[in-house]
């Protein structure tokens, strides 16, 4: 079995986000548990105001999410990232301020295309991390991606880094790869 570890990549449909597909390999909806937020003005010295994404004193909202499922409470992502709110519809920063819905859907639903650039990512353990994936060992291997999140114009909106243990995620994958091979024949 074959999973991508950089899903999805640039070359993805802008449509394609790791909510619905986290959503379509968990066979549930996913909701984003919110761990840390603080809007907050940029500094000078931020990397990302030297990499040149935000200028100095532009308002950024920094936050902490797990991606769960809905139903299940399973922890499938943990995610930071740095939000240049004012650069996106009202819907969307107001939604990533009081809501539960993940940054990628609110960007689908408010029908914001987006492209990702300056993929990367790692195969390693899963750290410090580990608590937040129901009690996987600091060993367990998962997948750091970081990338910037761009508007169809090229200008950046988000920088965010993603870790997914790969077993979860490879784990949902064989659930969701079984159910449609041998759906249940319950009467």
């Known amino acids: 079995m074959s999973i991508r570890l950089l899903w999805p ?5 802008t449509v394609l986000n790791v909510t619905a597909l986290l959503e379509r ?5 996913i909701r984003a548990q919110v761990l840390r937020q603080v809007l907050t003005a940029a500094e000078r ?15 950024v909202l920094r936050r902490s999410v797990l991606l769960r499922g809905a ?6 992502l943990h995610a930071t990232a740095s939000i240049a709110v004012r650069r ?18 609110l960007l689908h639903d408010a029908q914001v295309r987006i492209t990702r650039t300056d993929l990367r990512g790692t195969d390693q353990s899963l ?8 009690g996987l060992p600091p060993a367990a291997r998962a997948v750091r991606r970081s990338y910037v999140m761009r508007l169809h ?11 997914f243990p790969l077993s979860i995620t490879q784990a949902a994958f064989a659930v969701t790869q079984l159910a449609k091979e041998h759906p249940s024949t319950n009467a």
């Open 88 to 105: 996106l519809p009202l819907v969307v920063s107001k939604g990533l301020l009081v809501s539960e819905v993940p940054f990628g859907r």
């Open 127 to 134: 750290g410090e991390l580990c608590s937040l994936f129901d």
């Open 45 to 59: 010295s931020d990397v990302t105001v030297e990499r040149g994404l935000w200028s100095a004193g532009e308002e």
């Open 9 to 13: 990549d640039a070359s993805d449909p």
């Open 25 to 29: 390999l968990a066979g549930e909806s």
């Open 153 to 163: 114009d090229g200008v950046a909106v988000a920088d965010l880094v993603e870790t």
């Open 71 to 76: 139903a299940s409470g399973r922890s499938f």
